[in-house]
């Protein structure tokens, strides 16, 4: 029989420092910043254009070069080598005929090393300035009464956070005592699945990349058949935590009700953005499933939380 109660674990309390959240308020002021219009002057390199464009190679328009409100900070390196520096010194209203060469290679065969005429209107220059850790950056960005309760505000929002983390972490710890210990008997058709959707999505992450599997096991000098040998002991390590859990929901008679469903679908919804009807529209009935057993599974780490010999310590450190 399981024996889950009583495991000792400690619970490692990250306590945010102000240079924490100094740092923070710093990463805020990078991200929001003041935008002016520009009016009494030409643009100027760092300046953003806001600019309609359509590309033409021997008077022809081609495709996917026409753009209406492009945003292109000049300087940016964003556009064809070029291109950014010939709208340096125009103002709103301007026509301007842009002349460039595509490189070779392109991503554009068609294009690839041929002369092109971009005619852009410019519609309007901006600049962009750093705020002040103010109140005013407090009420425009944050919508705080004033800069000290926008910091308190942060402070508290990652103090939270680092509570959360250091509970998630106390609670795998005590779930993989019981892993390490774990004498009960494993299907090995369900380590082969888990070991097979670690790999599916291993091939979908490099996709993304622009990489295959093969590309990426040349590149770390493995074979597949290795890289699949490296992982098997991990894939087996997430069924036996599966396992163990399952054992606890059944041993404590844990369910998921309504409300426990209905509050997880809405931290869903706060963690990826989206309103409850937008993410239920891409909940199938695998995703259904799927954030009941993550209700039963969260139940059943708390369970080892509220049975175990929990040490708290506070520590300091970078957040």
């Given at each position: 029989?399981?024996?889950?109660?009583?495991?000792?674990?400690?619970?490692?309390?990250?306590?945010?420092?102000?240079?924490?959240?100094?740092?923070?308020?710093?990463?805020?002021?990078?991200?929001?910043?003041?935008?002016?219009?520009?009016?009494?002057?030409?643009?100027?390199?760092?300046?953003?254009?806001?600019?309609?464009?359509?590309?033409?190679?021997?008077?022809?328009?081609?495709?996917?070069?026409?753009?209406?409100?492009?945003?292109?900070?000049?300087?940016?390196?964003?556009?064809?080598?070029?291109?950014?520096?010939?709208?340096?010194?125009?103002?709103?209203?301007?026509?301007?005929?842009?002349?460039?060469?595509?490189?070779?290679?392109?991503?554009?065969?068609?294009?690839?090393?041929?002369?092109?005429?971009?005619?852009?209107?410019?519609?309007?220059?901006?600049?962009?300035?750093?705020?002040?850790?103010?109140?005013?950056?407090?009420?425009?960005?944050?919508?705080?009464?004033?800069?000290?309760?926008?910091?308190?505000?942060?402070?508290?929002?990652?103090?939270?956070?680092?509570?959360?983390?250091?509970?998630?972490?106390?609670?795998?710890?005590?779930?993989?005592?019981?892993?390490?210990?774990?004498?009960?008997?494993?299907?090995?058709?369900?380590?082969?699945?888990?070991?097979?959707?670690?790999?599916?999505?291993?091939?979908?992450?490099?996709?993304?990349?622009?990489?295959?599997?093969?590309?990426?096991?040349?590149?770390?000098?493995?074979?597949?058949?290795?890289?699949?040998?490296?992982?098997?002991?991990d894939a087996r390590k997430r069924v036996i935590r599966?396992?163990?859990?399952?054992?606890?929901?059944?041993?404590?008679?844990?369910?998921?009700?309504?409300?426990?469903?209905?509050?997880?679908?809405?931290?869903?919804?706060?963690?990826?953005?989206?309103?409850?009807?937008?993410?239920?529209?891409?909940?199938?009935?695998?995703?259904?499933?799927?954030?009941?057993?993550?209700?039963?599974?969260?139940?059943?780490?708390?369970?080892?939380?509220?049975?175990?010999?929990?040490?708290?310590?506070?520590?300091?450190?970078?957040?």
């Amino acid at each position: 029989m399981l024996n889950y109660k009583g495991l000792k674990g400690t619970y490692e309390r990250l306590i945010v420092s102000e240079a924490s959240v100094d740092r923070q308020v710093d990463a805020l002021l990078e991200q929001h910043m003041k935008v002016i219009p520009v009016t009494t002057r030409a643009s100027e390199p760092g300046d953003e254009l806001i600019l309609d464009y359509a590309g033409y190679c021997d008077g022809v328009q081609f495709e996917g070069g026409t753009a209406q409100d492009q945003s292109l900070v000049l300087g940016s390196g964003t556009f064809i080598p070029g291109f950014e520096e010939q709208l340096v010194g125009v103002r709103p209203g301007d026509q301007v005929d842009v002349r460039v060469t595509f490189p070779t290679p392109y991503h554009s065969q068609a294009l690839a090393g041929r002369d092109a005429v971009f005619k852009c209107s410019i519609k309007a220059i901006r600049q962009r300035e750093k705020y002040a850790p103010d109140d005013s950056f407090a009420r425009e960005i944050g919508g705080f009464d004033s800069f000290t309760d926008m910091r308190s505000a942060l402070k508290a929002g990652m103090q939270a956070y680092a509570d959360r983390q250091a509970d998630a972490d106390l609670k795998l710890r005590l779930l993989d005592t019981l892993v390490a210990d774990y004498d009960g008997a494993i299907d090995e058709a369900q380590v082969n699945a888990a070991l097979e959707a670690e790999m599916q999505s291993l091939r979908a992450q490099l996709a993304r990349q622009g990489l295959t599997l093969e590309a990426y096991c040349q590149f770390i000098d493995r074979t597949e058949v290795q890289l699949r040998e490296d992982r098997l002991p991990d894939a087996r390590k997430r069924v036996i935590r599966q396992q163990v859990l399952l054992e606890i929901i059944d041993t404590e008679g844990i369910e998921a009700s309504e409300a426990d469903v209905a509050e997880e679908i809405q931290r869903l919804c706060r963690q990826n953005n989206l309103t409850p009807e937008q993410l239920s529209a891409q909940l199938d009935e695998g995703a259904q499933r799927a954030i009941v057993q993550n209700v039963l599974a969260e139940k059943a780490l708390e369970c080892l939380r509220a049975y175990g010999e929990i040490t708290s310590v506070e520590k300091s450190g970078e957040y």
